[in-house]
């Protein structure tokens, strides 16, 4: 059993389509352990992406993700980490496969309605960066 960190982005909370993304991770065998919605902070925003700072999307992305409300989620199931990945699909939605959320939901490159751990480590980390043990349930 393994546990990914997800987010549900601005551009998905606006629209409304917090339960139409969860039931997606849901169905496809990965369970909610913990879950909040909050605003991020500039501070949390950058430091999060950090890993992102050069590049030329930096400042739209940390922009993005300040614009509106976000869901943070720790996700459980076998391969949970791998699976999530593939709910998801690609993160331009044009290139992402019919049925998963990206194709489904997302406007752009940018505004690409989830994000998900890429690694065993990374997703360690991302939990770790959002959530006590015991809100984790
Ligand atoms: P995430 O880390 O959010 O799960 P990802 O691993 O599929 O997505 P990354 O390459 O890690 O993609 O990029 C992080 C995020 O930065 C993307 O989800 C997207 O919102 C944004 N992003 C990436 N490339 C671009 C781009 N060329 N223009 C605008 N935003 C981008
Ligand atoms: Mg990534």
Same mark, same amino acid.
């Not at 909050?38 to 700072?53: I, N, S």
């Not at 720790?74 to 949970?80: K, T």
């Given at each position: 059993?393994?546990?990914?960190? %997800?987010?549900?982005?601005? +551009?998905?909370? *606006?629209?409304?389509?917090?339960?139409?993304?969860? +039931?997606?991770?849901?169905?496809?065998? @990965?369970?909610?352990?913990?879950?909040?919605?909050?605003? @991020?902070? $500039? +501070?949390?925003?950058? #430091?999060?992406?950090?890993?992102?700072?050069?590049?030329?999307?930096?400042? /739209?992305?940390? /922009?993005?993700? @300040? %614009?509106?409300?976000?869901? @943070?989620?720790?996700? /459980? #199931?076998?391969?949970?980490?791998?699976?999530?990945?593939?709910?998801? #699909?690609?993160?331009?939605?044009?290139?992402?496969?019919? #049925?998963?959320? $990206?194709?489904?939901?997302?406007?752009?490159?940018?505004?690409?309605?989830?994000?998900?751990? +890429?690694?065993? *480590?990374?997703?360690?980390?991302?939990?770790?960066?959002?959530?006590?043990?015991?809100?984790?349930?």
């Amino acid at each position: 059993i393994e546990r990914t960190f %997800s987010i549900i982005k601005p +551009d998905a909370t *606006e629209r409304n389509l917090t339960g139409k993304i969860i +039931d997606k991770f849901e169905s496809n065998g @990965l369970r909610v352990v913990a879950s909040k919605r909050v605003k @991020l902070t $500039r +501070d949390q925003a950058e #430091g999060f992406y950090a890993v992102h700072k050069e590049r030329p999307f930096f400042g /739209e992305l940390v /922009e993005m993700m @300040l %614009s509106g409300p976000v869901v @943070l989620q720790v996700l /459980e #199931g076998e391969n949970a980490i791998a699976k999530n990945r593939e709910i998801m #699909g690609a993160t331009n939605p044009a290139n992402a496969e019919a #049925g998963t959320i $990206r194709k489904e939901f997302a406007k752009s490159m940018g505004e690409n309605s989830v994000h998900g751990s +890429d690694a065993p *480590e990374t997703a360690a980390q991302e939990i770790k960066y959002f959530f006590k043990d015991e809100e984790i349930v």
